[in-house]
């Protein structure tokens, strides 16, 4: 399965974004995660969700972001909002977990102060 994501941009501070992730096939039963990597740092895990619409989110974007899924679109979304510059960062999505090297182009995402 393909994965690509979308949806990133310039911002400013407090503002908003929707990235869309659009999988190439079925996904409907794989936990999938939104991951970042500002510059200069290593990828973090932001989100996952399970196959049937669990959230798990990292403390720095809990009550910020939400993660959800189309399976009858194979697509999964991030809702970020009140976004910082500290989000700045190349969003991918993939399956979770996963540490191998296919990761895409992902999005970018920058937030302006």
């Known amino acids: 399965v393909q994965l690509q994501a979308s949806g990133g941009g310039l911002v400013q501070a407090g503002g908003s974004l929707r990235l869309s992730c659009a999988a190439s096939?079925?996904?409907?039963?794989?936990?999938m995660g939104w991951y970042r990597q500002a510059p200069g740092k290593q990828r973090e895990l932001v989100a996952t969700?399970?196959?049937?619409?669990?959230?798990s989110y990292a403390d720095s974007v809990k009550g910020r972001f939400t993660i959800s899924r189309d399976n009858a679109k194979n697509t999964v979304y991030l809702q970020m909002n009140s976004l910082k510059p500290e989000d700045t960062a190349v969003y991918y999505c993939?399956?979770?977990?996963?540490?191998?090297?296919?990761w895409g182009q992902g999005t970018l995402v920058t937030v302006s102060s």
């Open positions: 993939n399956t979770y977990p996963y540490d191998g090297p296919n």
């Open positions: 096939g079925s996904i409907f039963s794989i936990t």
């Open positions: 969700i399970t196959g049937g619409g669990r959230p």
